[in-house]
């Protein structure tokens, strides 16, 4: 019997396909989630447009958040650490949590380095902005990857940006003669080893999800049909007028992200959506994808 | 008659199913409203989460049919989620196709650092020991009469099932390049 293969950790994110992934800070909020058919919750201490509002650091949600969230459901439980931080994972680790999520919502722990991941038996999910970024994380262990998007603003153009970027990569490689793929990896700064087998395979060797910026069912159609293969959905549910409501909707047009007649039937009547922030308004300090490296 | 296999794609890995089936040489398509159940010949239930598969099949009006289908001898198979969906009882409120005579307990290893792989012997699959791959998996608690028991880990606790059309796994061969359950499944579309 062998534990925490590759096979294994990044089977768990193969589960949860087709699925929605919904940010949570309280046990009440996990099993709203879960009720409304979230495949999985991720526990933070503060959702990203909370951390937007009121400032300070970002850190690891409170362990005692946490352990009340997994009693609470069933579905796996996710939680964030800072970048580089390898002591918040060991932790998150230690409470058991099905996946740990080395996020840039988060404040950085560490500007240069991120966690070696292969150290973990817990699988990690990384975000990404470009191929490039992709398999940097994956080299490093990374069993998951999310496109970045930029978290707590409700606007989706920049989970567009990179899952178009990630996914119009992809399909650049596959077109690449062997001797332009050395180029190509080192243009992107991504492990040579990595870029071959992706241009073989024609995908991704790990799953990928889109967050940062999905505040309606319609955006989340939309990263689904971009390439996605589920949506990861923070601020937009819980920073809703009614989150139980929006969080079905989400799930259903998810599921049913071919079919707009669905899509329409199950939008009508959530209530207002989150108010959100237009992200060519924020400062560069202000955006969260450019954390990380 | 090549059969067509439906997979049941409203959350989880369904895509490794299809894929698997159609290098196979059978037709298989996704089904997520109950139009989509047309004319086929079996229907593979993926791994995923239990409660969401469960809570779409409800809110799309598939759980009867899909369960009408089962009782009537339609081959259904359901892997790791789709094995919780197929037990009457899984000791928790949630829906479910209720179509196995036999409990299911969920998580029953723990939670995702207690996933693991390894060998299993299968009853009645030739070509030696499957590598198994269990991911939060279920297990297998008592099954009825109806119920035949394919394979359990060494310390006895049962993770593939059968009952006529119908056949359960706690593992994922569909994470695997071993095609030799999915030939079994399409074999038993074939025979219904």
């Known amino acids: 019997m062998e534990k925490n293969t590759l096979t294994v950790k990044r089977g768990l994110a193969q589960m949860l396909k087709g699925g929605v992934i919904m940010d949570v800070v309280t046990a009440e909020q996990a099993k709203i989630a879960e009720d409304a058919g979230a495949a999985a919750v991720m526990a933070l201490e503060r959702v990203p447009a909370d951390i937007r509002a009121h400032g300070g650091v970002a850190r690891m949600a409170d362990p005692e958040k946490i352990v009340e969230i997994q009693a609470a459901v069933t579905i796996p439980v996710m939680a964030k650490c800072r970048i580089g931080h390898f002591v918040e994972a060991e932790l998150l680790q230690a409470l058991g949590v099905d996946y740990v999520d080395e996020s840039e919502v988060l404040t950085p722990a560490d500007e240069a380095h991120h966690v070696d991941k292969h150290g973990f038996d817990v699988p990690f999910v990384c975000g990404c902005r470009n191929i490039g970024e992709a398999l940097r994380r994956i080299g490093e262990g990374a069993a998951m990857i999310r496109t970045k998007g930029e978290a707590g603003t409700g606007d989706v153009v920049e989970a567009v940006r990179h899952m178009r970027t990630v996914m119009g990569d992809l399909r650049r490689l596959t077109t690449m003669r062997e001797d332009e793929l050395a180029t190509f990896a080192k243009d992107v700064q991504a492990p040579l080893d990595l870029v071959a087998s992706v241009a073989r395979e024609g995908r991704l060797p790990v799953v990928n999800f889109a967050a940062g910026g999905v505040a309606t069912p319609a955006d989340a159609a939309l990263m689904m049909r971009l390439g996605a293969d589920g949506v990861f959905v923070g601020s937009g549910i819980f920073k809703s007028s009614d989150p139980a409501i929006r969080a079905k909707a989400v799930v259903e047009a998810t599921t049913h992200y071919q079919d707009a007649g669905i899509i329409a039937t199950a939008s009508r009547g959530l209530g207002e959506p989150m108010t959100g922030i237009a992200r060519d308004t924020l400062a560069p300090e202000e955006l969260l994808a450019t954390r990380g490296w | ?192």
């Not at chain 2, 239990?50 to 009782?71: F, H, N, Q, W």
């Not at chain 2, 037990?87 to 949630?94: E, I, L, T």
Request: charged share 20%; with cysteine; glycine share 12%.
């Open chain 2, 1 to 192: 008659m090549t059969p067509v296999i439906g997979v049941l794609a409203l959350q989880g890995d369904f895509a490794e199913h299809t894929a698997m089936l159609r290098g196979l040489g059978t037709e298989s398509r996704e089904v997520r409203v109950p139009r989509d159940l047309e004319g086929l010949d079996g229907l593979v239930i993926p791994g995923g989460e239990s409660t969401t598969i469960g809570k779409l099949l409800e809110m799309y009006a598939l759980l009867e049919p899909v369960r009408d289908l089962g009782a009537s001898g339609f081959p259904i198979w359901g892997t790791c989620a789709g094995l919780i969906l197929l037990a009457k009882d899984v000791g928790k409120p949630q829906p479910l196709l209720g179509l196995m005579d036999m409990t299911v307990e969920r998580n029953a290893f723990g939670r995702q650092i207690a996933s693991f792989e390894t060998d299993l012997d299968i009853d009645g699959l030739p070509g030696g020991a499957f590598h198994a791959v269990f991911i939060r998996a279920p297990i297998v608690g008592s099954v009825g009469d109806a119920v035949d028991v394919l394979a359990r880990l060494d310390d006895g606790r049962i993770v593939a099932v059968r009952q006529g059309n119908l056949l359960g796994t706690a593992f994922h061969p569909e994470l695997t390049a071993d095609a030799r359950l999915h030939r079994l499944f399409v074999d038993m579309a074939r025979a219904a």
